[in-house]
T-cell receptor
Framework: DSGVTQTPKHLITATGQRVTLRCSPR?????VYWYQQSLDQGLQFLIQ???????AKGNILERFSAQQFPDLHSELNLSSLELGDSALYFC????????????FGPGTRLTVL | AQSVTQLGSHVSVSEGALVLLRCNYS??????LFWYVQYPNQGLQLLLK??????LVKGINGFEAEFKKSETSFHLTKPSAHMSDAAEYFC???????????FGTGTRLTIIP
């Protein structure tokens, strides 16, 4: 158990809908990272927040957005969902600057029908 | 663009045999290097990491990896495979400390009894 929690574990929805994925980092970790794992694209970095501020952006679609709240939990919002958004979404957290371990949560499996 | 290459999407070894999983990165500047393992329906767990210092890095579960700058490689090895090692293994790189992990495409390791 990494100490990072993600809810829900599974999510099934329809095209065009909007969903919110939630992540609680390890106690004391200020950085939260979101990754997408799909068969087509593999594991891709989406976005990072550090202590409530956006710090780095990767291949995140404009339909996707994220935020980190004062209690350090983070939410990833996915809107206007398409079939291709079906994937495993991981959250990771870290308490150190770059070059140190990111602890991964168990993931949320999103299925868009 | 920076990339990570894992040679062999599937590797099979006999129980007790040497495990060798290959990873090459694309940078003339030594990055931070990681190996993660993913068991079915689980998140990613860090096996080992290289940041600075000794180029031979020991990790959990008997795995080790050697950073070779001249070959831009960070291959993962284990002297004697165990059935419990069956999983998917990902090499990841933090180029230039920019806090975005770039992952390889993964290698699925199968252990033959």
């Amino acid at each position: 158990d990494s100490g990072v929690t993600q809810t829900p574990k599974h999510l099934i929805t329809a095209t065009g809908q909007r969903v919110t994925l939630r992540c609680s980092p390890r106690s004391g970790d200020l950085s939260v990272y979101w990754y997408q794992q799909s068969l087509d694209q593999g594991l891709q970095f989406l976005i990072q927040y550090y202590n409530g501020e956006e710090r780095a952006k990767g291949n995140i679609l404009e339909r996707f957005s994220a935020q980190q709240f004062p209690d350090l939990h983070s939410e990833l919002n996915l809107s206007s969902l398409e079939l291709g958004d079906s994937a495993l979404y991981f959250c990771a957290s870290s308490n150190r600057p770059s070059g140190y371990e990111q602890f991964f949560g168990p993931g949320t499996r999103l299925t868009v029908l | 663009a920076q990339s990570v290459t894992q040679l062999g999407s599937h590797v099979s070894v006999s129980e007790g045999a040497l495990v060798l999983l290959r990873c090459n990165y694309s940078s003339s500047v030594p990055p931070y290097l990681f190996w993660y393992v993913q068991y079915p329906n689980q998140g990613l767990q860090l096996l080992l990491k290289y940041t600075t210092g000794a180029t031979l890095v020991k990790g959990i579960n008997g795995f080790e990896a050697e950073f070779k700058k001249s070959e831009t490689s960070f291959h993962l090895t284990k002297p004697s495979a165990h059935m419990s090692d069956a999983a998917e293994y990902f090499c990841a790189v933090d180029y230039f400390g920019n806090e975005k992990l770039t992952f390889g495409t993964g290698t699925r390791l199968t252990i033959i009894p």
